[in-house]
């Protein structure tokens, strides 16, 4: 393969040094600071926007030559003048959090050409729909300031601070149910309440969210509500939260959005598991993002301190 005319060819072909990124079918990733290095002496003391016009150049330059040994790979070795294999340079990425296959996200600068600054995200668990939004959220502002150059100590500080909100009740609980699709509520249920019971029997393996589910279905009824508010059926969109220590042992709760009766919803707060919603949906995501960057998570500072003494 042949080079930019001012690249010598042990810029792309030392050893011990692996210049692709990420790979996924059609797409290639490329770490192109070492070629840019080389053809601009003044990286260094260069601006962020003019690296980014100086790596489309030389990643537009590439492109061509690219497309040409695809010429000349199906014309020596499948003897054929036309094929439809083609290089094209679609982005320009300044920095990029690669987690596994199909899952990552990127900031983008400049796309086919186009000038811009946006954070491109696919497949991480925040972008599910059974994610709280309110947390995904804050999870993609964490990402953007990363891909920023925010240090550590301030993403730190963030965590803090978000986690004190969702345990002090700043945030409303409305907001912080896991969001999901009921289902197979029909297949869970194994016996609706009789009369003078309180609670269905729910049949074994049944999800948290249909066991939660059928506990809101059960209160509405034993609690005389079901005049006012209706019940969850199958196939609803529901939130369900969990629940801490309560008079009727139910660890988790569902409820509609648009129809909350107020005696439950003043169950809700009074009995909602605030630490686990925090630790069970975000902290295991952010504790697996720190990994990933080389950091440790310790939201508690006094931890250990026995020990350190």
Not at 145 to 155: M, R, T, W
Not at 168 to 185: A, E, W, Y
């Amino acid at each position: 393969m042949k080079h930019i005319e001012e690249v010598p060819w042990w810029i792309c072909d030392k050893e011990d040094v692996n210049y692709c990124a990420y790979v996924d079918t059609d797409s290639n990733y490329f770490n192109a600071e070492p070629l840019l290095r080389h053809l601009y002496p003044n990286f260094d003391e260069m601006g962020v926007e003019e690296k980014d016009d100086a790596l489309e150049k030389v990643a537009l330059q590439y492109q061509d030559i690219i497309t040409e040994d695809y010429d000349r790979l199906a014309r020596d070795c499948f003897n054929v003048d036309e094929h439809r294999l083609e290089m094209k340079t679609e982005c320009v990425i300044r920095s990029a959090y690669f987690r596994a296959t199909r899952r990552y996200a990127q900031w983008i600068t400049k796309q086919e050409g186009i000038a811009k600054e946006t954070l491109d995200v696919k497949g991480l668990e925040f972008k599910k729909a059974n994610f709280p939004p309110i947390l995904g959220d804050f999870f993609r502002a964490v990402l953007v300031d990363v891909l920023k150059g925010a240090a550590q100590p301030e993403i730190d500080e963030r965590v803090k601070i978000f986690r004190k909100q969702i345990l002090d009740g700043t945030l409303p609980l409305t907001k912080l149910g896991n969001p999901t699709s009921v289902k197979t509520l029909n297949k869970y249920t194994e016996r609706k309440a009789r009369a003078g019971e309180m609670f269905s029997i729910v049949a074994k393996g049944a999800p948290a969210s249909v066991r939660a589910t059928i506990k809101y279905n059960d209160l509405l009824r034993f609690w005389g509500l079901d005049k006012d508010h209706s019940y969850i059926v199958q196939g609803d969109k529901v939130k369900w939260i969990y629940m801490k220590d309560n008079p009727y042992k139910i660890d988790g709760l569902a409820f509609l959005d648009f129809d909350i009766p107020e005696k439950i919803s003043i169950f809700i707060e009074q009995y909602a598991d605030r630490k686990k919603i925090f630790e069970s949906i975000l902290l295991n995501k952010l504790e697996g993002f720190y990994d990933d960057l080389g950091w440790k998570l310790n939201l508690n500072p006094y931890r250990n301190t026995f020990f350190n003494l």
